[in-house]
T-cell receptor, first 111, second 110 residues
Framework: NAGVTQTPKFQVLKTGQSMTLQCAQDMNHNSMYWYRQDPGMGLRLIYYSASEGTTDKGEVPNGYNVSRLNKREFSLRLESAAPSQTSVYFC??????????FGPGTRLLVL | GNSVTQMEGPVTLSEEAFLTINCTYT??????LFWYVQYPGEGLQLLLK?????DKGSNKGFEATYRKETTSFHLEKGSVQVSDSAVYFCALGGGNQFYFGTGTSLTVIP
């Protein structure tokens, strides 16, 4: 039981490049989330998916897109990276009772 | 709207000292409240939770009570250890969304 896995662990991009962050969970949870963590800002919700086939915007969705590929996988895409997207990105999946399980994070640096 | 405000850090304590990290919330409806802990280089882990007013969540010596009258969920531990050094996040869950505080960094020195 691996829980929530994320790839890659670390990435450096140049401004304007694109990339996809991958997330998978093996706990059969319906809900999955993408957050970014910045110093002094806590975690801010980018997008979430309450169930397979649905996605919704969170607090800071601009510049991102998501795909809920199936029940296990929820990917986050940056189409044209900007330095303001330098951050640590966390994926989480959630039990029906509201407990969130987080992945180890992806550290992204945009130059 | 929903929001969480928690005590700013960093907090530095000596081993065996008493810990309190304050957390207050604003919410519509009846949210669940959570404390998460983050160790360096890792994701957040659930520390404890409470789902209704007057519930007390507890785990690993940490406690927090859901106080609706004061809209608070303060984290306490009677005797901290060096291994408790981490960043602590208060969070509120309502519907499909979750709202996190900015985190409080705790360092415990021997």
């Amino acid at each position: 039981n691996a829980g929530v896995t994320q790839t890659p662990k670390f990435q450096v991009l140049k401004t304007g490049q694109s990339m996809t962050l991958q997330c998978a969970q093996d706990m059969n949870h319906n809900s999955m989330y993408w957050y970014r963590q910045d110093p002094g800002m806590g975690l801010r919700l980018i997008y979430y998916s309450a169930s397979e086939g649905t996605t919704d915007k969170g607090e800071v969705p601009n510049g991102y897109n998501v795909s809920r590929l199936n029940k296990r996988e929820f990917s986050l895409r940056l189409e044209s990276a900007a330095p303001s997207q330098t951050s640590v990105y966390f994926c989480a999946s959630t039990t029906e009772g509201g407990t969130q399980y987080f992945g180890p994070g992806t550290r992204l640096l945009v130059l | 709207g929903n929001s969480v405000t928690q005590m700013e850090g960093p907090v530095t304590l000596s081993e065996e000292a008493f810990l309190t990290i304050n957390c207050t919330y604003t919410a519509t409806g009846y949210p669940s409240l959570f404390w998460y802990v983050q160790y360096p280089g890792e994701g957040l882990q659930l520390l404890l939770k409470a789902t209704k007013a007057d519930d007390k969540g507890s785990n690993k010596g940490f406690e927090a009570t859901y106080r609706k009258e004061t809209t608070s969920f303060h984290l306490e531990k009677g005797s901290v250890q060096v291994s408790d050094s981490a960043v602590y996040f208060c969070a509120l869950g309502g519907g499909n969304q979750f709202y996190f505080g900015t985190g409080t960094s705790l360092t415990v020195i021997p």
